[in-house]
């Protein structure tokens, strides 16, 4: 009976529902993930997840954030499955997710990879070692969302507008120290050359003025022997005026001459599609420093 019906719809010209194809990736790691169906129910861990995956329109998808995340802002309506101290594999659990993306951060891929998988849900984890990478994640992420052209076309798009700022760079490109945070200790931490903050200021006309530094903290004595052209601090202007009023802090060329400036930390310390807004603005103030 079964073959005369399929015989009937074939004649007929009627095709059969095609089963789906489970979406096949390699993620940072090079671990094989296999992604049932398109994934309805996404849980991003980290703001810098989150963000790709509402970037390619998928913000309707995404069940569970951690508590750190505050943009897009509606993300701050979402159930929290974990924060500072650790991630909750129950929390996650209880969202239902048929899809977790991570970051070896905060030992959020240690905590979560193991359970998860054994769990059938499928953990995509991704890098940011420099903006090459940063925007080939939303690649990525539009491949294990079951939207892949999507993915491409916002990709591309971040990579014709950094093409553009390639074609205008200064002849002469100032060197840089941007600083990222302060310790307690006195020491301040600065964006090194070998991250994606690093590469996003080498993208945007600048030169590392510490350029061989190996560690995220130094001292203030350090910058001012480094003596940049552009001293860059990723936070507020009352915080800027707070740190170069130290004492020590007037020794340093581009602090007496003006030439300290902000940057938006979500620009350049989150590692999603912001920081390609970051890159334009800091290619215009570069430039202007060079006139």
Known sequence: MLRTVLAFACLLGVATPAVAEPIRLTDALGR?????????????????NTELV???????????????????????????VGG??????????????????????????????????????????????SVAEVIDNLRLVGRAAGVPERGEAVAAALEARLA???????????????????????????????????DAIVKAGGRHALERSIVAHVSPEAIVAADPDVLLFAGTKADL????????????????????????????????????DGIEKLAVLLRSQGQ
């Open 164 to 198: 553009a700022v390639q074609h205008v760079m200064p002849a002469i490109r100032p060197r840089v120290v941007m600083i990222t945070g302060k310790l307690g200790n006195g020491l301040v931490l600065i964006a090194r050359a070998d991250t994606y903050t690093g």
């Open 54 to 80: 509402a970037t390619l329109g998928l913000s309707d998808r995404i069940v569970g954030v951690e508590a750190y995340t505050r943009f897009p802002p509606e993300m701050t309506k979402k159930p929290q």
């Open 32 to 48: 094989t993930v296999e992604i049932a169906l398109p994934p309805q129910r996404i849980v991003p861990i980290f703001a810098s």
């Open 84 to 129: 500072r101290l650790g991630f909750s594999v129950d929390a996650i659990v209880a969202q239902r997710p048929d899809l977790l993306i991570v970051t070896p951060a905060r030992q959020a891929m240690h905590q979560l990879i193991d359970p998860m998988t054994r769990l059938g849900v499928p953990v995509v984890v991704l890098l940011a070692r």
């Open 241 to 276: 005026d707070a740190l170069v009023a130290q004492p020590g802090w007037r020794l340093s060329r581009a602090v007496r001459e003006g030439r300290a400036h902000t940057v938006a930390r979500a620009e350049f310390l989150i590692p999603g599609p912001r920081t390609v």
